[in-house]
């Protein structure tokens, strides 16, 4: 079964410039031995010096794409077109191979890597993630997006299966507030699997779950 | 809806004795300013120094608790008695109100609190986690155990819903293998949700899919 998922709004990036000069990103580069530049923005660990930044909010969060892309990536039976939109408006498509590391250090790594790099491996033929140069509206040409919103219209969730492979589900991959405008509008329609806001990996895992149940015995 | 849930044989334990003085357990300790005693052991960084270990395979994998917590302690409608069982036979009880740190780093911290003085937070008149004096024959005075295999009984994960609060379920938080004979002569039913082999979050997922579709609008 195929279903097609764009992240959005991943709070995933590297340390902005505005704060690379912060002594708590400073102290954190230099204990793993990277240049403050290099390594991924998180809240855990930046949570002072991002105060300052906009859209705080939503930034900072490399922990929520983890943990969407663990359900993704490991069901034997559904695969797609997988893609994360980055709260800077990077596309980043997935390859359905990838398995991501499920350590969260070692997945801290291979995003900055992939951040600084545009690539992951850099040393083979198959990639298994790359920074496209795509835009969201680039993207929309190709599929129709259908968001997850808590304000969204009724939906159950095996209903998201049948969609087709010109529909791409847009999954919010920030902790709480509400898509931007620009997404909203770009979308085709706006579903909700339950009357409570849920976390990124618990829709997944919905959607998922019904999608297994439709084929039978999973 | 309650749902009993205790995971089995969980990889998460203070770096054993035996491989307290090696360069990579020490080196691992000092960069995060703690006792190796006192750091929880983890394959990813202590890959080496655990080779000569019992049991490898089971150990070191506190990602696995991490993630399943995640998953047990956001769902808004299921509640229930959670447990996890370690690889060393410790019972640990959590307080279904407990929110698990979402990031990794926290976590582990936390659970190398929880290991050292046997709960959390020390400070609080309510306790999140506890390492209890029980033994698992203590615990299955109370329940009935039911594990989930994919050796195991073909059912469909709604059923398992529908158990009762006699039953608990218990999953394995291992990444691969079998449960130990111990644990398999006392359980009363060993049961199956996929021919699939399947992570243990991804188990926890589905079984908590299934229930919030019999409660309807979830």
């Not at 410039?17 to 530049?37: G, T």
């Not at 892309?69 to 990077?90: A, N, R």
């Not at 190709?142 to 209903?159: D, F, Q, R, V, W």
Request: glycine letters at 6%; one cysteine or more; a positive charge.
């Amino acid at each position: 079964m195929n279903i097609n998922i764009i992240l959005l709004e991943a709070g995933i990036e590297l340390v902005p410039k505005e704060i690379v000069n912060h002594p708590s990103v400073v102290k954190n580069a230099k204990r793993r031995k990277k240049k403050p530049e290099d390594t991924l923005l998180d809240i855990s660990l930046h949570y002072h010096a991002m105060k300052k930044l906009e859209n705080v909010h939503k930034r900072g969060r490399p922990d929520i794409v983890h943990q969407a892309l663990l359900i993704m990536l490991t069901d034997p039976m559904i695969k797609g077109d997988f893609y994360i939109h980055t709260i800077e408006s990077k596309i980043i498509r997935i390859n359905p191979k990838m398995r991501p590391p499920k350590n969260y250090l070692r997945f801290v790594g291979l995003m900055e890597q992939l951040l600084k790099y545009g690539k992951v491996p850099l040393d083979s033929n198959e990639t298994l993630m790359e920074v496209t140069n795509l835009t969201l509206e680039d993207l929309m040409t190709k599929y129709n997006l259908a968001l997850l919103s808590e304000k969204g219209e009724k939906i159950a969730p095996e209903e998201l299966c049948r969609l087709g492979d010109n529909w791409i589900l847009g999954i919010g991959a920030f902790p709480h507030g509400d898509f931007s405008e620009k997404i909203q509008k770009i979308s085709k329609k706006i579903y909700s699997i339950s009357k409570f806001p849920l976390e990124t990996q618990q829709v997944i895992c919905r959607i998922f779950s019904a999608c297994n149940q439709i084929l039978g015995w999973p």
